[in-house]
Every structure is written in structure tokens, then in C-alpha cells.
């Protein structure tokens, strides 16, 4: 899923054609507004687990120091912490549209997560997507008052979570429309 | 000048195979334009049907302009395509053209800016390819043209449709999108920039 800040610093054809050289397939894809709804499934901040793990992994972000997190959150509740990241992503996914998108290939989960980078882009591999465009770092989102740090995109980290994923955000929309062939390897397949 | 005018764009099939969507998608991107819907999907005949409808008049252009083009090449069109009437030609000039938006997935958008349609058919280039300047899509793209694609009987392979006009434009979105998946209701942050610049003066 390409989250608003791809979109509204026109990086969408930047982040198509990376998927595209690789020779990734597109099967699906449309631009829509995310709804509060879609954004609870996806992200399901009233599981504790979920938040308490949230609330780890911020304190991960502030290295390791309670009394750092506790000032940039006014709490070390790692649930409580959970629920205003959550509240934070909410705001972020539905400020402009979002492009929700499906690619097939060989190893295509782990192939897309590889070319995205990993989730914090200061620190994504040069080269990756997130690692090439994007800048933010959780400690800076918090302390320009953001809370939640902008990483361009969200890419499935299985099938099974992909196939969850299709569910929530396209829905009954969703159309496979994988059966046609790409040129870049038309005797390779 | 109108700062919200809307135009259709789509990549047709033979740029979806090429896998020249993202190339497309940035080039639009880097002139400022505002992208309001997408939706890769596979086209109905219906619908293909519907995009190219066109009068008898036009129909009946198109087919005259292929019967000159064959008089200069000293080609009987009779021969070809069984007939030299320009309205039926113009037809089947027609039914290529739908064959070709519906021979494979392709990716509708629709594109927001100041005089839109007229910026994006300037992206695009020539409609007949190997007339279309270098540093447009279809001129850095595609050596296609119509005496090619009549020889093996089918539309040229221009990698995009954009609309001609704002009227046609119109037309064209309401075809390929409904309102609801229209999602104009937001600012790309190369306006907020220049806003910014201009308040700040």
C-alpha cells in the first residue's frame, strides 16, 4: 500500500517502476480514500497484545530510555502508548488517499519487502525505496508533535498477511487480474 | 485557466506489458499534475465500445484518411479490407481500437491540474508514434505508425489514451469511474510549496 505521503510528494511512478524493473506483475491495484474501519482491522489496536507490542517497540525507538519515552508520550504504559501511536497512524492514513496495490512474482513478498528497506527510513538500506525517498525517524515524528514517522509504503510480510490485507482494503473489489504476460520475460516463464 | 480541469489517462495494455505504468505515472508526476483516481482493471466491451463511440461524420474522417494515406502508397484498399467505403472503414478502424483497449488489463487514472488535458496530450506526444517528438512517452517509446499497424490489421500500439479535449474528458471519466472513487480532496505538496512561496512574499 502506498500511504499518503508517496502520493502527495508525487513518488507514486517512482515507486511503480522499482516494483516493474524487478519484473513484478501488477494483479490489482486502486487509489482510495482509507476509512477509519479499514484502518482498525488493519492495524487492531484494541488487541493488547498488539499495542503492548507497539509500546515495546517505541521504547525500542528511544534506546531502551523509560524516562525519554515517558516524556515524549506522558506515559511508559506500553498499551496506553499503543492506543496514541494508533490514533497517530489513523491521522496519517486518512490525510489523502491511498494507493493499495497487488504484485505477483517469484518470491514476491520477500522480494517486495527486500526493495522497500526496513520501517525506519533513516535507516533503511541505500537503494530501497524507503532508503532512496523517504527521511523521517520515529524519535523525530515525535518530537515535531507527528508521533507516527512516514515510510512511504506497506508491504505484506507474508501471504497469509497479504491475503488478510487484500480482504480489508479492496474487499469485494478485489480482481485478480493476473493472467496476462509482461515482456521483460515472456521466454523465461 | 481553469486550475482543477480533469483528464482521463490510460495506459493501455501494451504498456502494461512493457511495464511502463511507473514510467508514465512520473513523467505525469513531475510536471505537478494531481493524480484523483486509479484502478488497474480489464475493460468490457461495452465500455471500449462506449470510449470510442463516435458520429458517422467521424467515422466516416478516419476512414477517408486511411483511404488517402493507401492512394499515396498506391494500395487498393478494396484489397485490404474488402471495401472503400470510408464509413465502413472508418468502422472497422473502430473495432481495432476497441480490440486493443480490451485485449488485456490496463491502468485508468485521472489526472487534475491547470489545463490538464491539454498538458498531458503535450506529454504524450503525436498519436501515431514515429511522428511523436523525442522526450514524449510515446516518441521515447514507440516507433509505431499506421502503416504498420494497417499491414498486420490492427491499432497502433501508442502505449496511452488521454483525452483530446475537456469536454471529451468529461465524457471519458464518467465512464471509467464513478463519482465515489474519485478522490480530489486533498493538496500534492508541490502546491503547498509554491503556495507558501507566494504568502511568504
Known amino acids: 500500500m502506498l500511504k499518503p505521503d508517496s502520493i502527495v510528494r508525487s513518488l507514486v511512478g517512482k515507486i511503480f517502476q522499482r516494483f516493474e524493473e524487478q519484473g513484478l506483475k501488477l494483479v490489482a491495484a486502486r487509489m482510495i480514500k482509507a476509512t477509519e474501519k479499514q484502518v482498525s482491522k488493519h492495524y487492531p489496536y484494541k488487541d493488547k497484545k498488539w499495542s503492548e507490542g507497539i509500546g515495546k517497540k517505541s521504547l525500542e525507538n528511544f534506546g531502551g530510555d523509560i524516562k525519554r519515552l515517558k516524556e515524549a508520550y506522558g506515559t511508559d504504559n506500553f498499551e496506553e502508548i499503543g492506543h496514541i501511536v494508533y490514533r497517530a497512524m489513523k491521522g496519517y492514513l486518512i490525510s489523502a488517499p491511498v494507493i493499495i496495490n497487488v504484485w505477483e512474482g517469484n518470491h514476491a513478498v520477500k522480494r517486495v519487502r527486500h526493495l522497500v528497506g526496513s520501517t525506519v527510513p533513516t535507516f533503511a538500506e541505500v537503494g530501497s525505496i524507503r532508503g532512496s525517498f523517504a527521511f523521517d525517524t520515529p524519535v523525530l515524528a515525535v518530537k515535531s508533535g507527528r508521533i507516527t514517522f512516514k515510510n512511504l509504503i506497506h508491504a505484506s510480510d507474508s501471504v497469509e498477511e497479504a491475503e488478510r490485507e487484500i480482504r480489508i482494503w479492496f474487499g469485494s473489489k478485489y480482481k485478480d487480474l493476473s493472467n496476462y504476460e509482461r515482456v521483460d520475460y515472456v521466454d523465461i516463464l | ?201
Not at chain 2, 471495401?83 to 472508418?90: A, S
Not at chain 2, 490492427?154 to 469536454?167: C, E, F, G, M, Q
Open chain 2, 1 to 201: 485557466m481553469k486550475t482543477d480541469q480533469k483528464t482521463l489517462v490510460v495506459v493501455k495494455h501494451d504498456g502494461v506489458m512493457r511495464g511502463l505504468i511507473g514510467e508514465v505515472m512520473k513523467r505525469l508526476e513531475n510536471v505537478g499534475l494531481k493524480l484523483i483516481a486509479l484502478e488497474f482493471l480489464q475493460a468490457t466491451e461495452d465500455m471500449g465500445d462506449k470510449h470510442y463511440a463516435s458520429s458517422k461524420e467521424n467515422l466516416r474522417r478516419f476512414g477517408q484518411h486511411t483511404i488517402d494515406e493507401y492512394k499515396k502508397k498506391k494500395i487498393d484498399p478494396v484489397k485490404k479490407f474488402g471495401t472503400k467505403d470510408p464509413l465502413e472503414l472508418g468502422k472497422i478502424i473502430k473495432r481495432w481500437n476497441v480490440e486493443l483497449i480490451t485485449r488485456g488489463p490496463v491502468l485508468a487514472m485521472v489526472w487534475e491540474g491547470p489545463d490538464a488535458v491539454e498538458v498531458v496530450r503535450k506529454l504524450a506526444g503525436d498519436t501515431k508514434p514515429k511522428e511523436a517528438a523525442p522526450g514524449t512517452i510515446r516518441g521515447d517509446f514507440s516507433w509505431d505508425n499506421y502503416a504498420v499497424a494497417n499491414e498486420e490489421l490492427r491499432s497502433v500500439y501508442n502505449i496511452l489514451h488521454a483525452s483530446a479535449t475537456p469536454k471529451e474528458a468529461e465524457f471519458e471519466i464518467n465512464l471509467w469511474f464513478s463519482k465515489d472513487e474519485i478522490c480530489s480532496d486533498y493538496e500534492i505538496y508541490v502546491y503547498k510549496a509554491m503556495h507558501k512561496l507566494f504568502s511568504s512574499k
